[in-house]
């Protein structure tokens, strides 16, 4: 199967800068071992703080 590094670039809504981004198989992995999410799942106001926790995907959900 063929890496679509490059395609997901273009999708990826993280604002940081990452030897990650765009290897979505690699993020999710990286935040799953840490208790968290990847960038992908917070809207952008939550995205932009780095908080990457369940407790703030939770925050974040039900301000919306
Ligand atoms: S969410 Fe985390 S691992 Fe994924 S691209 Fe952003 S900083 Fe990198």
């Known amino acids: 199967m ?9 999708m990826c809504t993280c604002s ?4 990650r981004k765009g290897l ?3 993020c999710v992995k ?3 071992e840490k208790g968290q ?3 992908c ?3 952008e106001e939550m995205e932009k703080t780095g908080d990457r926790s ?3 995907f939770f ?3 039900q301000a919306r």
Request: with cysteine; net charge negative.
């Open 59 to 61: 925050r974040d959900w």
């Open 16 to 19: 940081f800068s990452c030897t």
């Open 41 to 43: 799942y917070f809207s």
């Open 30 to 32: 990286h935040h799953r």
């Open 2 to 10: 063929e890496c679509k590094r490059e395609r997901n670039e273009t």
């Open 54 to 56: 369940i407790e703030a």
């Open 24 to 26: 979505c198989c690699e």
């Open 37 to 39: 999410l990847p960038g």
